[in-house]
């Protein structure tokens, strides 16, 4: 498992130190296939798909973080047809 790859239950307490982080008005980017499940790759790589009602429900667990802007954009590797959410959330102090 690598620095970035956790249970969905950790993600919270990941993005609450991010926040703590990060300078009030500072801005994150975060990006996840679009989905709604946790897997694990066959090279034992972790991932957390998520869509806009799952990571509304971590988003909701930290405070002091809020959605600035969220969109849906696809795979450019022709071999791979996911899609991924991408955010852009804010420290609101």
């Known amino acids: ?3 970035f790859s956790f249970a969905s239950e950790g993600l919270a307490g990941v993005l609450a130190r991010l926040t ?3 300078r009030v008005g500072g801005v994150l980017y ?3 296939k679009y989905g709604d499940r946790e897997r694990v790759e066959a090279d034992g790589r972790y991932f957390n798909d998520l869509d806009e009602h799952a990571f509304g429900a971590v988003l909701h667990q930290v405070p002091g973080l809020a959605l600035q802007e ?3 954009t696809e795979d ?3 071999d791979t047809p996911h899609g991924w959410l991408n955010l852009l ?3 609101t102090g």
């Open 20 to 22: 703590r982080a990060m």
């Open 1 to 3: 498992m690598d620095a």
């Open 89 to 91: 959330l804010a420290h």
């Open 76 to 78: 450019v590797r022709h």
């Open 70 to 72: 969220s969109w849906r």
């Open 30 to 32: 975060a990006s996840f």
